[in-house]
Every structure is written in C-alpha cells, then in structure tokens.
C-alpha cells in the first residue's frame, strides 16, 4: 500500500474512532449520588497485543489510559472495539515489510488527531 493510502487509512480510522461520540463527556444529573471511583486501568493488553512499532504502541497506551480514566462508562465499549480494530488492523499491516515502513507515520498521525478527539474528555499527552 503506498504511504499516502496508509496515511488516509489511519486518518479514517481515527476518525472512525470519534464517530457516536458527541464530543463532550456526558454529564450527570444533578440529583445523581456519586458513585465511588473505580481504579483505572486500560482495556487489558498484554505484552502480546503490541504492534512492535514504536509510535504504535504508544498511541494504543496513551489511548486504552484516557479510555480506561475519562471516557464515560456509555461510550467505552465502542471505542475498545474501535480500538482492537486498529490494533488487528496495525498488528497485520506491520507483517507486511512493504507497509510497516510507513506505519510509524501513520500511527504519529493518529496520535495527533487522537490529541485533539480525546480533549474532550479531558485526556492530554
């Protein structure tokens, strides 16, 4: 695939992301008890689910921790199912020496564009 392609590719796929999502962290009722925080911790990844590509793996961490802390509970499923989606789709592109040459481009981009996406709920990296 060539570099521009994969680039649209990640783009979309970033986008893709923030779809169903109005943007801004829902927020509770007035009323509403509070309920206790429950501890933190990204969608489960093992050291398996790394993609071997440097700014792949970092974006996937810095995402799956604003998910795991700042995403409201309605909205989580969908981005962890976006997020394995990017992920398989990241783990096959980098077995393709043709395509993991512009996949750590690809992935800072994503990065980026997640920056701007996840702010709304209060995530900075």
Not at 38 to 44: F, K, R, T, V
Not at 97 to 119: I, M, N, V, W, Y
Request: hydrophobic share 45%; charged share 25%.
């Amino acid at each position: 695939m060539k570099k521009a392609n994969w680039l649209v590719f990640v783009a979309f796929a970033v986008i893709a992301m923030g779809l169903g999502c109005s943007g801004q962290p829902a927020s509770e009722p007035a009323d509403a008890p509070a309920e206790p925080a429950a501890p933190a911790e990204p969608a489960a990844s093992a050291a398996g689910d790394a993609i071997g590509v440097l700014e792949c793996d970092d974006y996937l961490k810095k995402v799956e921790t604003c998910i795991a802390e700042h995403v409201p509970e309605e909205a989580k499923a969908m981005q962890r199912e976006s997020m394995d989606t990017m992920r398989n789709q990241w783990r096959q592109a980098a077995e393709n020496p043709t395509a993991r040459e512009s996949l750590a481009a690809g992935c800072k981009a994503a990065l980026d564009t997640a920056r701007s996406t996840f702010a709304a709920y209060g995530c900075e990296w």
